[in-house]
């Protein structure tokens, strides 16, 4: 009777989260699919500006989102809501080498597929009359000269349309976009072209000090901020009008407690913030809550959605997240799961996408090989002239003044004996 009891409670707690989702679940817009394909392509160029803030080493990134019910994420169309599931897949992957002294060479492949299908699936979706499946598919060869701190980018982003049920407007099946990506000390410059026509230009200023790229751990340099301004042209077809975003991160302590906030202009304003919380500087852990503001308003008063997350090394959890709305179909009244892991490593160091330090285990394992290679007190020791008194144990020892060398036997006459 107890087991039974203790089963049932365990099935009520699981239930909890999907009661939620069920309760306040809004669906997704039609107009929300449809313009996926620009956003993809501009978070998928801010990861990879993300990645080539060092320029060298390795980058891999693995996930996909998970909503277990028909009717957490229901599409609204003309014809009204339609149960079924969205869903987001994407894997990435950066690698470079050493070709020549201080200059790296390494190539790059981001890709994601996503949409809203009738069915939950793994590798084939259902495509009936209201799914909509996309893929986008971006990669690329990097040039890094480690020397002047200067690495060059560039490549092609194909964005692939798998199915378009009748309720979307009319998508071309296969576009084509070039990119490119220069990075100078703490400054980058980055480019999206479809054609000769300018899709968007972002400039960002990484002012932050961060060790994990040479940077210091502490001080007032860790608190410089990091800045990027997009400009987004009329043609661009995430925006309807020349438009222009500001994203600021500033690091609040210890660069673990981290603000960011992003506007656009002209019109929209204020746009989105976020406060969140690393408990390690590496960034394999993260809380965060967050505010986005929609793009209406109720009663004269600004529309303001709110919500958080928490991301483990293997899961990430949200409710209401910005990143969410923006990047998954203005998703929103429900709890998303999402199941990643994304890893980067420079030097032999090893941290999440963004992070300042490395990571505890792999910063214990570095300070213990450089605790083993200290000399022992039967090495040679090299000391300074005011040194000279200076011993280690009775053990024999190498002193060096200016001019002078001379073995100490442990006699304070010195000599042989």
């Keep these: 009777m107890g087991m039974q009891m203790r089963n049932v409670f365990r099935r009520a707690l699981c239930m909890v989260p999907l009661a939620f989702g069920l309760s306040f679940a809004d669906a997704i817009p039609v107009g929300a699919l449809s ?53 987001k897949q994407h894997v990435a992957g950066f690698g470079s080498g050493e070709v020549a002294r201080n200059t790296q060479l390494g190539a790059l492949l981001w890709f994601e597929r996503s949409g809203w299908d009738g069915e939950d699936f793994f590798v084939l979706p259902q495509y009936n009359d209201f799914s909509h499946v996309a893929s986008l598919t971006t990669w690329g060869l990097t040039l890094t000269q480690a020397r002047y701190d200067v690495t060059f980018a560039g490549g092609m982003q194909h964005y692939n349309v798998e199915h378009v049920g009748d309720v979307y407007p009319e998508e071309n099946d296969s576009l084509l976009y070039s990119w490119a990506h220069l990075r100078w000390s703490h400054f980058s410059l980055q480019g999206n072209f479809h054609r000769s026509d300018v899709r968007f230009l972002r400039l960002s200023l990484d002012l932050e000090s961060r060790i994990v790229y040479g940077g210091r751990s502490r001080g ?14 009329r043609s661009a077809d995430r925006f309807s009008a020349d438009t222009y975003r500001m994203n600021w991160e500033q690091n609040l302590y210890g660069q673990v407690l981290y603000a960011e906030v992003s506007y656009v202009f002209p019109d929209d304003g204020f746009h989105s913030a976020a406060l969140k919380y690393y408990p390690d500087a590496s960034r394999m852990v993260a809380f965060e809550a ?20 928490v991301e483990f090394p293997f899961v990430r959890f ?16 429900t709890f998303i799961v999402e199941f990643q892991f994304n890893l980067a490593s420079i030097d032999g160091f090893l941290f999440a996408r963004g992070g300042t330090r490395s990571a ?10 450089n605790k083993d290679k200290m000399p022992e007190g039967d090495n040679l020791i090299h000391l300074n002239p005011s040194d000279a008194s200076t011993s ?6 190498t002193l060096e003044a200016t001019g002078i060398r001379y073995e100490k036997s442990g006699n304070e006459n010195g000599g042989k004996q």
């Design 35 to 87: 313009a996926s394909g620009a956003q993809a392509r501009d978070q998928q160029l801010r990861e990879i500006r993300d990645v080539m803030r060092g320029g060298r080493g390795g980058f891999l990134d693995l996930g996909f989102n998970y909503t277990p019910l028909p009717t957490q994420l229901p599409l609204e169309s003309p014809y009204g809501e339609h149960d079924g599931f969205a869903f």
């Design 220 to 233: 007032i340099l860790t608190y410089l901020p990091n800045v990027d301004f997009t400009v987004y042209n």
């Design 290 to 309: 967050t505010c986005i503001r929609r793009n209406k308003e109720i009663d004269g008063t600004d529309d303001l959605l709110w919500g958080g997350g």
């Design 318 to 333: 949200a409710y209401n997240s910005s990143y969410d709305y923006e990047n998954f179909f203005h998703a929103k009244g």
């Design 360 to 369: 505890p285990l792999e910063t214990i394992t570095i300070e213990k090989k």
């Design 392 to 397: 280690v144990g009775n053990k024999p020892k």
